[in-house]
């Protein structure tokens, strides 16, 4: 299956460096004609053509394990090493078939050369020019055999001298090249999980974990917004503990917070992945129901309310018992968000003062369906 780059952020960045290396070949070839042209490389077409069939092949093969994702299999999925190393071998190549521009002509070495920044290690980088000095080496051994003539054994000596100087120095930059690039990495990454918790601590609430305040109301505005534009539904419920400052005095603010964790904890798997929930102030949470009506809120709001008698708590008695009062109401057409609060924060409050351990409901009466104005249900 072909792999999209867009997928794989790594993927699209190595195939951005393969069409660079691509452009550096183009240039070689541009190159080679220009030196054809001016009589000076003893290349032939047919074998310039070889020459360069075969990288295409190369290339293409290249090509493909990246876009096919086949590159991951390797110990070097950037195949850094492969392509410098099939590079080097033409430039040697190219080299060998040139005599007066040869000390011009290893200038192709270090644009080869200069893609180990994107990957090598220090190591890697001193090997890598080990191999790069040993194939202009080989290069010079074999026209000193086949070409004797071609060789000025004191010049290229110094040559050799220097180029491996040369490439020594390259690989001592190159490397600390690479190893800033991959400390900037290393910190961008560490920034970027930096930025990603600050952004959950600023939605989350420090005690219970749920969304906070602020968050809650750019929550309710997008759904706000959908309802306008859509016309789907949704619904919000406010809950708030019974007596809980008895809690508080009775065991302390610390077994408090416990309870509040706990119980919102067991809250939460009453709901659907879309819903949310978040802490409104003290001991009151708001929960919000995108795309339910009023008849699903009740029965959300009846589920939390059981959910919430059924809780138990470490390192309180047997019979310690929470219970929730809730208020409950639906988005109606163009109202605001602080109309919609104020609705269902009065159905809380009518639940508190007629008992507590209840849901109300608080919606015009337009509206009703199946749902009456008024108590929903105790739970015992």
Request: hydrophobic share 45%; net charge positive; aromatic share 14%.
């Amino acid at each position: 299956m072909t792999q999209k780059p867009g997928d794989d952020p790594s993927q699209a960045i190595r195939i951005r460096r393969f069409f660079i290396a691509v452009a550096a070949y183009i240039l070689w070839l541009l190159l080679i004609i220009f030196c054809y042209h001016l009589g000076l490389i003893r290349l032939s077409i047919w074998l310039a053509c070889l020459f360069y069939s075969i990288f295409i092949v190369f290339n293409i093969v290249i090509y493909v394990l990246l876009r096919t994702g086949l590159n991951r299999k390797f110990a070097d999925p950037s195949l850094t090493f492969v392509q410098m190393g099939a590079a080097t071998i033409g430039a040697m190549f190219v080299i060998y078939f040139t005599d007066q521009v040869r000390p011009l002509m290893l200038l192709i070495y270090f644009m080869t050369f200069i893609f180990g920044v994107f990957r090598f290690s220090t190591r890697q980088f001193f090997s890598f020019a080990l191999f790069t000095l040993c194939s202009y080496g080989l290069v010079v051994l074999a026209l000193f055999i086949n070409h004797p003539e071609k060789v000025d054994t004191r010049i290229e000596i110094l040559q050799l001298f220097v180029f491996g100087t040369v490439l020594f120095w390259f690989s001592i930059i190159g490397s600390y090249i690479s190893s800033l690039r991959n400390r900037l990495s290393a910190a961008n990454r560490k920034l970027g999980h930096a930025i990603t918790t600050i952004e959950a601590l600023a939605i989350h609430d420090d005690l219970t974990q749920v969304f906070n305040r602020r968050h809650m109301f750019q929550e309710l505005q997008r759904v706000k917004s959908l309802a306008d534009r859509s016309g789907i539904p949704f619904s919000i419920a406010i809950f708030d503990l019974d007596h809980f400052k008895q809690v508080n005095d009775t065991f302390g603010h610390q077994k408090g917070d416990d309870v509040l964790k706990k119980l919102v904890q067991d809250v939460a798997r009453e709901l659907r992945d879309t819903d949310m929930i978040a802490r409104y102030g003290g001991e009151e949470f708001i929960v919000i129901m995108p795309g339910t009506d009023i008849s699903g809120a009740v029965e959300c709001a009846q589920r939390i309310q059981k959910r919430a008698c059924g809780a138990r708590f470490a390192g309180f008695p047997e019979s310690f018992q929470v219970t929730i009062s809730t208020g409950i109401t639906s988005y109606q057409p163009v109202e605001s968000l602080d109309e919609m609060i104020y609705r269902a924060d009065s159905a809380l409050y009518r639940a508190k003062a007629n008992g507590r351990n209840r849901v109300e409901i608080d919606f015009p009466e337009r509206s009703f369906q199946k749902v009456q104005k008024g108590e929903v249900g105790l739970v015992s």
